[in-house]
């Protein structure tokens, strides 16, 4: 009987795309303490692009050897500091000087069902800012083109170090702004100026 043998490759290899994995890996087993061979054939069928049909020709060896790799790569990864430049987008990390509606468009990301908006988020055009607008107020740099460009050429570990660096920069940021927001309402009320009329 024939047998294959399962090739892994690294967060290095793979491609952003594969980030789902990483967001849903606690989905992949009902006890993740007791992992059951079809539930490992799932996820390397995932990470590997395999069919779990060609996975289960392997030997269950092989398979629980695939599995632990795969966990070892997402265990043991550790975040770097994200590319600078990507096919002409510069990588922002100014994340105070950005606009309102940056913040904005940050507040409202959902980062368990789009994760990879982000990408276009913290990625932009050289000399430009986000959001800019032509004459006619249409947008010349939106998210979504960015988006594209960057799942096409990142891999699964540039997604990891933006993630990484963004979520961390992005929780001292706004635990930052909400201590000054606290600060301002618990600040005593200026009295008005004395060019204010009275309530009639």
Request: charged share 30%.
């Amino acid at each position: 009987m024939k047998s294959y043998k399962l090739i892994i490759k690294s967060v290095e290899q793979l491609p952003c795309r594969k980030y789902h994995i990483v967001y849903n890996l606690q989905d992949y087993f009902d006890d993740d303490s007791n992992p059951q061979l079809m539930e490992m054939v799932r996820l390397i069928s995932d990470w590997t692009d395999e069919s779990p049909d060609k996975i289960m020709t392997a030997t269950p060896q092989s398979v629980t050897k695939a599995c632990e790799a795969i966990l070892e790569q997402l265990n043991s990864y550790k975040a770097k500091k994200p590319r600078e430049e990507v096919k002409g987008l510069t990588f922002r990390m100014d994340y105070d000087k950005m606009s309102a509606g940056w913040w904005n468009h940050v507040n409202n990301l959902n980062m368990k069902d789009n994760p990879m908006e982000l990408l276009g988020l913290v990625y932009i055009e050289k000399g430009m800012g986000y959001a800019e607008v032509d004459k006619h107020s249409n947008v010349i740099n939106p998210v979504s083109e960015r988006q594209k460009i960057l799942e096409n050429e990142l891999f699964l570990s540039d997604f990891l170090d933006v993630a990484a660096f963004f979520l961390n920069a992005y929780v001292i940021l706004k635990e930052l702004y909400l201590e000054l927001y606290q600060n301002l309402l618990t600040e005593k009320p200026k009295s008005l100026p004395r060019t204010v009329g009275k309530i009639r």
